[in-house]
């Protein structure tokens, strides 16, 4: 299984490189967004409350523009079948995961990156701050998967991706603004233990979720 799920995503990477369809919507987004949030705070300093809830709301939209055709290209070159015919269910969805997990951690390096040197973010605990990011994308990217899939079976595809996958995020959301402030603020692991504890219970949960659903999907 895991053998014809890297093999999946290695068709998408290659199939990305060729077309950078994602990307490079990616990329404009992120550069926009955080261009006019420096040229509207100019000087102004925000607080690690607010820092945290800008980077998550940016590393959101920036996944509904990017993820969202992990599954619609599979359904509009007519390629969904084959996969069907030769590649069992539980496969397809860890390839497809596997590469929005990459293509994530990607981007949101990038964005967070460019935040930082922009806005002049310290961030004091420099190694709760990553571990928050990086269990934060492994749940965004299995949210944003699961939803890609659902969506790519509807007429309205564009519409149904944020509406979906909102809800299904904010506890997620919440945990992980919660705990990127806190490490912003340079506090102790024990003080955002329990934000650490829920994200990657929710990614777990989640993930276990989903390829449980996912044979139903792909087969309706």
Do not use: H
Not at 174 to 193: D, K, M, N, R, Y
């Amino acid at each position: 299984m895991f053998k014809q799920a890297l093999s999946i995503c290695k068709k998408d990477f290659y199939s990305e490189i060729r077309t950078r369809y994602a990307v490079n919507a990616l990329l404009m987004f992120i550069i926009v967004v955080i261009s006019v949030i420096k040229f509207s705070l100019g000087e102004e300093k925000l607080s690690a409350e607010m820092n945290a809830g800008l980077i998550w709301i940016i590393i959101f939209f920036a996944a509904s523009n990017g993820l969202s055709r992990v599954f619609v290209s599979e359904e509009e070159r007519g390629t969904s079948l084959i996969l069907k015919l030769s590649t069992d269910s539980k496969s397809v969805f860890l390839g497809k995961l596997i590469f929005n997990t990459v293509l994530t951690f990607a981007i949101n390096f990038f964005i967070i990156l460019l935040y930082v040197l922009i806005t002049n973010l310290e961030i004091k605990n420099l190694a709760l701050f990553s571990l928050t990011t990086a269990l934060g994308n492994l749940g965004l990217s299995a949210v944003m998967t699961i939803i890609a899939a659902i969506i790519s079976k509807a007429s309205s595809k564009g519409t149904l991706y944020p509406v979906l996958s909102f809800p299904l995020l904010l506890p997620l959301m919440l945990a992980s603004i919660s705990a990127t402030w806190l490490s912003i603020e340079g506090v102790a692991f024990a003080q955002i233990a329990g934000e650490i504890q829920m994200i990657a219970s929710y990614t777990i949960v989640v993930v276990t979720a989903s390829f449980l659903l996912f044979d139903l999907i792909w087969n309706d």
